[in-house]
């Protein structure tokens, strides 16, 4: 009986040691389950976000997503769950055009705008690249999202299209996008070319027709778009932008373009390209600008953007120009993004601006350089089209709102993720 009870005990303990074991493991099991969750909501939320980019009256349905991934992110960092890298070729050019600008807090002639504008249109959007980054790390994640624009332009873009000119009856001789409360006619066109290249770039990666075919009926919306909304800036974005993306298919490229000069001829676009340019209302405004930097050369009047239009006295600057320009329209924002920066940063801050442009292209064009495979050098044509095409637009339109600034952060992180999918592929070309 002895020795019947300690066997039995053992029985027991072994029992309830395996049964201990079989918790801990289920335990662990679970929790991993539940961070794989997490990490994959995080894409996901970004996807959504990307998607209503565009679209009017989904302010808070993309603060949901955005807060959430953001949460989200940081959580499963500070518990050590993923692993969440600052390294980017942008960072130094970066660090010092933020930098710059909260320097000039200091001389803001609105502090509390510039405050404000520095968090809703700088930090909120860098904060934004750094997790789309992450979100979207690998080619295939990458592919999602150039998707996710398409399908997001498209869906856009029939439906007004049917509203505006079929619904609501409008000619089509009146120009495209008066309908929207959110996204102007003259900026309608940048998500509209973004899609054109990256639809041309998956039409060549697709491996069957219905794929391709899928692709080339995205473009017609976005190209119907562009030309029944008559923005010069936009159509010299598509022309530069094609010549880019099919820079590899010179014989696709001058059936493209001839095609693109023959509608361009017939349509009402044409017109737009055939007004007298002299008295063009942007070269005054362009002059008045100038003017303000004159007199904020080194910090700029802050990073506000209502602080050009409703702190500064521009009666006074408009007095000091040409007498021909000074009878036309005040407008109350810059109409050039590179004047824009200027005027709310001074020269030293539009320097370090331009100094993240060229890091942009400079990563792009060392992938390129530096033997990269082909499926990334093809990425790298459509990213490097997108951004010129935005950098284009930008020369001539007001592109600090948060619709083209959520467009410009795209395209910058999805150069970033074509560089670190590269890196981590060749890890001897590192930087």
Same mark, same amino acid.
């Given at each position: 009986?002895?020795?019947?009870?300690?066997?039995?005990?053992?029985?027991?303990?072994?029992?309830?040691?395996?049964?201990e074991?079989?918790l801990?493991?289920?335990?662990? #099991?679970?929790?991993?389950?539940?961070?794989?969750f997490?990490?994959?909501?995080?894409?996901v939320?970004?996807g959504?976000?990307?998607?209503?980019?565009?679209?009017?009256?989904? &302010?808070t349905?993309?603060?949901?997503? =955005?807060?959430?991934s953001?949460? /989200? *992110?940081?959580? /499963?960092? *500070?518990?050590?769950?993923?692993?969440?890298?600052? @390294?980017?070729?942008?960072?130094?050019?970066?660090?010092?055009?933020?930098?710059?600008?909260?320097?000039?807090?200091?001389?803001?002639?609105?502090?509390?705008?510039?405050?404000?504008d520095?968090?809703?249109?700088? %930090? $909120?959007?860098?904060?934004? =690249?750094?997790?789309?980054?992450?979100?979207f790390?690998?080619?295939? $994640?990458?592919?999602?999202?150039?998707?996710?624009?398409?399908?997001?332009?498209?869906? /856009?873009?029939?439906?007004?299209?049917?509203? =505006?000119?079929? $619904?609501?009856?409008?000619?089509?001789?009146?120009?495209?996008?008066?309908?929207?409360t959110e996204?102007?006619?003259?900026?309608?066109?940048?998500?509209?070319?973004?899609?054109?290249?990256?639809?041309?770039?998956n039409?060549?990666?697709?491996?069957g027709?219905?794929?391709?075919?899928?692709?080339?009926?995205?473009?017609?919306?976005?190209?119907?778009?562009?030309?029944?909304?008559?923005?010069?800036?936009? /159509?010299?974005?598509?022309?530069?932008?094609?010549t880019?993306?099919?820079?590899?298919?010179?014989?696709?490229?001058?059936?493209?373009?001839l %095609? %693109?000069?023959?509608?361009?001829?017939?349509?009402?676009?044409?017109? +737009?390209?055939? &007004? !007298?340019?002299?008295? !063009?209302?942007?070269?005054?405004?362009?002059?008045?600008?100038?003017?303000?930097? $004159? #007199?904020?050369?080194?910090?700029?009047i802050?990073?506000?953007?209502? &602080?050009?239009?409703?702190?500064? #006295? *521009?009666?006074? =600057?408009?007095?000091?120009?040409?007498?021909?320009?000074?009878? @036309?329209?005040?407008?109350?924002?810059p109409? !050039?993004?590179?004047?824009?920066?200027?005027v +709310?940063?001074?020269?030293?801050?539009?320097?370090?601006?331009?100094?993240?442009?060229?890091a942009?292209?400079?990563? *792009?064009? @060392?992938?390129?350089?530096?033997?990269?495979?082909?499926?990334?050098?093809?990425?790298? !044509?459509?990213?490097c089209?997108?951004?010129?095409?935005?950098?284009?637009?930008?020369?001539?339109?007001?592109?600090?709102?948060?619709y083209?600034?959520?467009v410009?952060?795209v395209?910058?992180?999805?150069?970033?993720?074509?560089?670190?999918?590269n890196?981590?592929? +060749?890890?001897s070309?590192?930087e």
């Amino acid at each position: 009986m002895f020795f019947r009870d300690i066997i039995n005990a053992k029985e027991k303990g072994s029992w309830k040691g395996r049964n201990e074991m079989d918790l801990n493991a289920a335990s662990t #099991d679970n929790s991993s389950k539940i961070v794989s969750f997490l990490a994959a909501s995080i894409p996901v939320l970004l996807g959504i976000f990307v998607f209503l980019v565009p679209f009017p009256h989904t &302010t808070t349905i993309k603060e949901i997503c =955005y807060y959430l991934s953001v949460f /989200l *992110l940081v959580a /499963l960092f *500070l518990f050590r769950k993923i692993q969440f890298s600052f @390294q980017t070729p942008l960072a130094v050019p970066g660090i010092l055009f933020v930098a710059w600008c909260f320097f000039g807090l200091f001389f803001a002639v609105n502090p509390a705008n510039s405050m404000h504008d520095i968090y809703a249109h700088l %930090l $909120k959007y860098i904060l934004l =690249y750094f997790i789309l980054v992450k979100g979207f790390c690998s080619l295939k $994640k990458l592919s999602v999202l150039s998707w996710i624009l398409i399908v997001s332009a498209s869906s /856009l873009f029939v439906w007004r299209l049917y509203y =505006y000119y079929v $619904k609501l009856g409008t000619p089509f001789a009146e120009r495209f996008g008066a309908s929207f409360t959110e996204v102007t006619t003259n900026l309608v066109g940048i998500i509209a070319v973004v899609s054109i290249v990256f639809s041309i770039h998956n039409i060549s990666q697709a491996k069957g027709w219905p794929g391709r075919m899928f692709f080339a009926s995205c473009i017609l919306p976005a190209l119907a778009v562009i030309f029944l909304a008559q923005t010069r800036s936009v /159509l010299i974005a598509l022309v530069v932008s094609l010549t880019v993306v099919l820079s590899a298919r010179k014989k696709v490229l001058a059936g493209v373009l001839l %095609l %693109l000069g023959v509608i361009l001829s017939v349509s009402p676009a044409g017109g +737009r390209f055939t &007004t !007298n340019m002299a008295d !063009n209302l942007r070269i005054k405004h362009g002059l008045l600008v100038w003017e303000v930097v $004159k #007199d904020y050369p080194v910090t700029g009047i802050g990073f506000g953007m209502q &602080t050009f239009g409703g702190d500064l #006295d *521009l009666q006074r =600057y408009n007095a000091r120009l040409p007498e021909r320009f000074q009878g @036309q329209e005040i407008l109350l924002n810059p109409h !050039n993004m590179y004047t824009d920066i200027a005027v +709310r940063t001074g020269i030293p801050g539009i320097i370090f601006f331009l100094g993240v442009i060229f890091a942009f292209f400079r990563m *792009l064009w @060392q992938l390129r350089k530096n033997g990269a495979s082909d499926n990334i050098v093809s990425w790298v !044509n459509a990213v490097c089209a997108a951004g010129v095409s935005f950098f284009i637009i930008g020369f001539f339109e007001p592109v600090f709102s948060h619709y083209p600034e959520s467009v410009l952060c795209v395209i910058f992180a999805m150069g970033t993720i074509l560089w670190r999918s590269n890196r981590d592929s +060749r890890p001897s070309m590192a930087e």
